[in-house]
Every structure is written in structure tokens, then in C-alpha cells.
């Protein structure tokens, strides 16, 4: 059935040098980014057991999704101190997609990361059989982002047909996509996929006309409007939204459980942190990262922030799963309580996690 789409594919290489280009970064290309002054490391030399030598500290490496909330949060609770106070130094590397997290992991360059909902079904679905990913807990439900179009081609959901919808292939952007082509009545081989490998190249795409549609939102929603481009619905508006998990390996949760432990403690600190001083937090984000202020205030008001893994959060995840199965995405079914491990929520937090 997918075979009837019309597929393309443009890479950030092909399209050059952008007038966007402070979007997020490659595909596959790390960025090393100090979060207030804790090292950085992207070496799958570094132990994960080894201590900082700074009055014994545990490093843990986190893979983090550029300008997104686990970004954020590691920024944060870095700079008050929130990590350190639970003997953790946090090594942060930044990465495009949570595509890119989950190989940061499986190639032994980070100890944990964060994954998107519909990256995370695949992900497990295309490996179930061999995979060492484990879910550790769901960290927030967003809604953030906004299908932007151009405004001279798309002034209705109809009006995608046969026009270039971006999509980053293996990510949250293919089940937005198809949720739209289906409340659009719009079908398969009037579908345009336009594949691209950062949403950088989809901010470039959409400039260049070759692509008329992107799901955006937070930095990459201002560039888009700033080139002209125009917000046509919303997620709540279409019945969408996104759990954001972290995830690890079960060899890195077999030896490093107390450390996973103090991890998730000055996580949830800092969650409860940010929650009751959002306005603080949003400057130590526009001090480090050079974005304005607002743009943070507006962006988390669009999270639903908690440390969990509740019945919801199964439900949601089937739904998406069964989705992808329906759609090709992978052959064979599984039990998503297969492949998590909320040993240190369980015991943290009990009452955060389904029974």
C-alpha cells in the first residue's frame, strides 16, 4: 500500500547553506553543548560507571534532542545545582531527532536519552527480537506544535493533496502526517511525502517550495513564520499529541541502578522546579542557548510535565502501535510492558505507574 505514495527524499547536503540554518542540527551529527558548566562527552570510551573526579560524582551521559524539553531540563537542573546535589555530573550531547538519542545508546555513547512516541514503536517494533532499549518512564506529553503551510498553496486540510508534506522518516513527523492525510479524506496515492533529514533541511524545503506543509513548533515554528509561512491547525485541534520517554539499555540499568536512581530523583526535582519557577527557568534557557526568553514561556505551557508510566500512557502507546502495524511499519505485534523497566519509578514513585 505504501508503495503508492509519492516519496522524496532531500537531505540537508543537497540543499546547501540555508537562511535557517540556526535551526537543529543534522541527522546523525552530534553537538557537543556544555549544560552550565558540567563536561561534555560524546566518547563511547567513557564508562559508564566512572565517577567525575569531582568529589567523587557519577557521570551519566545523557543524549538530548535539540532545543527540546529533556534539553532543557538537563540545562537546568545543571545550572541549580540539582544534579550535583544527588552526586551526579551530567554529560550532555545534542542530537537532531530521538532517532539519533536511541543510537547514541545502542552504540554505547550515552547512557540515557529521550525518544518521541512514534519513534519509540518503531524503534522496538523493527528490533524486538534483539533490542537491549528499555523505557524508563514517560517524561511529558506535549502539544506543542502547529501544522505550518504556505499560505499561497495550502488554505485548507484538502489542499495538501498531491503537494509536498514533510516528514522526518522514523519519527513522530510520519504518524502526524498520516493522522492528517486521514482527517484531510485525502488518499494514499494523493499523498506527497517529502523526506527530509533534520528539520533544518524541512525548514529549507519549505522556503524553496518544494515542500507546502510542516508540523512545527517552538524554534523551528518562529523561523517558519518569520520566512512567511502560516499556522493551519493546531494539534489539540486535530486530536494529537506527543509522550516524550527516556530511555536506557539493560546493561546500563544492570549496573548502574543507584545512579539511575539519583538520576531520576534531580529529574524530578527539577521538573518540580521549573513547574513553580517557569519564568526563572525560561532565562537560565535564553542565558545558555541564546533564544528568547518567551519562546521557552510559550513552549511549556504546552507540556504536561511528570515522571510516570500509567495506564494512559500504555493505551497511548498501543494505539500508535497498532497504527503502525496496520501501516507496514513493522510485522509483528508486541507488549510494550516487554520492553520497559520502571524499577526506579516504581520504587521512587509507586502511584505514577500503572498497576
Known amino acids: 500500500m505504501r508503495k503508492r505514495q509519492m516519496l522524496t527524499w532531500i537531505t540537508a547536503v543537497t540543499l546547501g547553506m540555508s537562511l535557517l540554518s540556526g535551526c537543529s542540527k543534522n541527522s546523525g551529527q552530534a553537538e557537543s553543548t556544555t549544560t552550565a558548566g558540567s563536561a561534555v562527552s560524546s566518547s563511547a570510551e567513557t564508562k559508564t560507571s566512572e565517577t567525575s573526579g569531582n568529589n567523587d560524582l557519577k557521570v551519566v551521559r545523557e543524549a538530548v534532542m535539540s532545543n527540546n524539553l529533556d534539553q532543557w531540563l538537563a540545562i537546568i537542573g545543571t545550572e541549580k545545582g540539582f544534579f550535583e546535589d544527588e552526586g551526579i555530573k551530567l554529560e550532555v550531547t545534542e542530537f537532531a531527532a530521538g532517532i539519533n538519542t536511541v543510537d547514541a545508546i545502542v552504540t554505547g555513547q550515552a547512557d540515557i536519552g ?12 523493527n528490533t ?36 509536498g508534506f514533510i516528514t522526518l522518516p522514523g519519527t513522530a513527523w510520519d504518524y502526524w502526517n498520516a493522522v492528517t492525510y486521514e482527517k484531510a479524506g485525502i488518499p494514499e496515492d494523493q499523498q506527497n ?106 513552549k511549556f505551557e504546552n507540556y504536561k510535565m511528570d515522571l510516570d508510566f500509567p495506564e494512559e500512557a500504555v493505551e497511548h502507546f498501543d494505539g500508535i502501535k497498532a497504527w503502525a502495524i496496520e501501516n507496514g511499519k513493522f510485522a509483528k505485534d508486541y507488549d510494550v510492558n516487554d520492553f520497559t523497566d520502571l524499577t526506579a519509578i516504581k520504587k521512587l514513585y509507586p502511584d505514577k505507574v500503572a498497576e
Open 193 to 298: 511525502i517529502v523526506r527530509v533529514d533534520s528539520s533544518q533541511a524541512g525548514l529549507a524545503v519549505m522556503t524553496t517550495g518544494q515542500g507546502v506543509a510542516f508540523w512545527a513548533g517552538g524554534v523551528d515554528a518562529k523561523k517558519l513564520e518569520e520566512a512567511g509561512m502560516k499556522p493551519l491547525v493546531s494539534m489539540d485541534e486535530i486530536g494529537l499529541y506527543t509522550d516524550q520517554y527516556l530511555i536506557s539499555s539493560t546493561e546500563y540499568l544492570a549496573e548502574n541502578p543507584e545512579t539511575v536512581e539519583s538520576f531520576v530523583k534531580a529529574l524530578k526535582t527539577t521538573q518540580e522546579w521549573v513547574e513553580e519557577n517557569t519564568d526563572e527557568g525560561a532565562q537560565i534557557l535564553e542565558d545558555k542557548l541564546k533564544v528568547p526568553k518567551q519562546q521557552f514561556l510559550d
Open 128 to 163: 524486538q527480537d534483539k533490542t537491549n532499549l528499555r523505557i524508563l518512564f514517560r517524561l511529558a506529553q506535549g502539544t506543542g506544535s502547529s501544522l505550518y503551510v504556505n499560505p499561497d498553496k495550502v488554505k485548507d486540510l484538502s489542499d495538501l493533496a498531491g503537494q
Open 114 to 125: 529521550d525518544l518521541a512516541d512514534y519513534a519509540a514503536v518503531n524503534r522496538i517494533g
